[in-house]
């Protein structure tokens, strides 16, 4: 459970806010003045603070300075009726996460709260990998930590690596199929660098509306553009000193490769509406699935860019390549699963581990440790037998990989004909059922998780655009997002 300290004397805010965190499951403790927070840091841990501005005894920014002295890791936000672009600068450079402005939005405070929790979690979950030799020395373990896995020689080419780098304030390259691990390779290198006390922000350069991208990297002013509202605090500012991973950089467009190279370059940003420079200090991490060297020579990537990233480069690779981990992901990932469901006992049956050792892995990793958490939830009597994986087995797998169009297509119809009688029992138990909505939500949702959340890929896997996904996905969550204002 995620553990969140208010700080603010006014008790009828502390009361909605209290009850608001608590009813989405988040652990809360409420303090009324800075001095009282103060104390109760020392003797608590939390992932996220909220604290206001204007208190009696000290106001927020002098709280949030003594925060910072005690508690390097936790995000802070401030809450404040001021928002004006000298608090929000004052804020930041002082290391707050981010500011809002009251009143606020439940969505906006939704928005900003479980972004900060993603950042905090990135930052205290620790990622191990094994040493690559015995007089080296491994971080000590705890329950929150995640753990890189394979004994394979690719594997303990890739743990040397990432040891030798790690603490070289160098950019650094990751490349790689989807699913191979390229975020965990990434924060293994924060974890293990001179900044691991310092933010960690991972921007999925796919995610993000090529309109709103540079808003995002860079901030913008009030006012800068229709719908600007208030200063908005950029990645690149928030990271400074910290190590920002650019995920899917290849999906960055040529503008906005120039704009980075820009600040890559002379280590300044400026946001939007702004013509003044900010310094930052920045260590970047990108990480692609695309072939780059063949993205410059179509020109759709910049050379210059290119090699400024390509300082060190780290090539993750694919499941099917490094085969003889298989059986060690599967323990890892059992073990792991066993405990989050409280299945103790389960394990997988001699067939089982023969059906995934035989298996392709088109997804890599991400698909083996879905595959056995499906296994685990579902399994009974605590054997995970090879019918109860839900993948092909070798000789299905490979007719599959060999069919072509025309052949993948009739399959589809025939796999439809069979699903179709449930479909429509649906909608005669239910005639307000909108069969074409719930089917058109699984196939996004599924389609998000086999491409990792890459929109463009989802939207070509799907067929259709990127916009128009965009559109569905907005059209999917809009219910949440209208909620009224929080005083």
């Known amino acids: 459970m995620d553990k969140i300290l208010l700080i603010d004397d006014d008790e009828g805010l502390i009361h909605f806010l209290s009850r608001f965190f608590q009813r989405k499951g988040y652990g809360v403790t409420a303090c009324a003045s800075g001095r009282q927070a103060i104390e109760t840091i020392g003797q608590q841990d939390f992932d996220l603070i909220l604290l206001d501005y204007k208190m009696p005894d000290f106001n927020g920014l002098d709280t949030l300075s003594e925060i910072r002295a005690i508690e390097v890791k936790t995000p802070v936000i401030l809450m404040t009726a001021y ?234 690779p694919a499941l099917r390549h490094r085969k003889q981990d298989i059986s060690e992901l599967v323990k890892y990932f059992l073990a792991r699963f066993a405990e989050e469901y409280d299945r103790p006992g389960c394990y997988v049956s001699e067939s089982a581990l023969r059906k995934l050792n035989d298996y392709f892995w088109p997804g890599n990793v991400r698909e083996l440790e879905n595959c056995v958490r499906r296994a685990v939830l579902l399994c009974t009597g605590g054997v995970i037998s090879e019918g109860s994986l839900l993948i092909p087995n070798a000789e299905a797998d490979a007719a599959l990989q060999n069919m072509n169009r025309e052949q993948l297509i009739e399959r589809l119809k025939e796999k439809l004909e069979e699903i179709l009688p449930d479909i429509f029992r649906i909608s005669e138990q239910d005639i307000h059922a909108n069969i074409i909505e719930i089917v058109e939500e699984t196939l996004i949702r599924k389609a998000l998780e086999e491409c990792g959340n890459n929109q463009v890929k989802a939207a070509e896997m799907l067929g259709i655009s990127r916009n128009t996904l965009r559109h569905r996905i907005k059209k999917q969550t809009q219910k949440e997002n209208q909620e009224p204002k929080a005083e």
């Open 83 to 316: 928002g004006t672009t000298n608090l929000a600068i004052e804020a930041m450079k002082r290391g707050a996460y981010d500011y809002l402005v009251k009143p606020f939005e439940k969505k906006d405070l939704t928005r900003i709260v479980s972004e900060a929790l993603q950042v905090s979690r990135q930052m205290k979950q620790i990622v191990l990998f094994p040493a690559p030799s015995a007089d080296q020395q491994q971080p000590a373990d705890n329950r929150d930590s995640l753990q890189m896995i394979g004994s394979s020689r690719q594997m303990q080419e890739i743990y040397k690596l990432i040891g030798q780098v790690a603490e070289k304030d160098v950019p650094v390259l990751i490349t790689g199929e989807s699913g191979t691990g390229k975020e965990l390779a990434a924060r293994a290198i924060y974890h293990h660098s001179r900044r691991r006390e310092k933010p960690f922000i991972a921007v999925n350069c796919a995610a993000i509306p090529e309109s709103l991208f540079e808003s995002e990297l860079f901030g913008h002013e009030r006012g800068a553009f229709t719908g600007a509202e208030r200063t908005h605090i950029g990645k690149f500012e928030r990271c400074h000193k910290g190590t920002l991973f650019l995920d899917e950089i290849g999906e960055m467009s040529p503008p906005l490769q120039a704009k980075l190279l820009r600040a890559l370059q002379t280590g300044e940003i400026e946001r939007l509406g702004s013509g003044q420079p900010i310094t930052v200090d920045v260590r970047i991490i990108a990480a692609t699935n695309k072939d780059l060297e063949a993205e410059v020579r179509a020109g759709r990537f910049r050379e210059d860019l290119y090699w400024r990233l390509k300082v060190i480069s780290l090539e993750l």
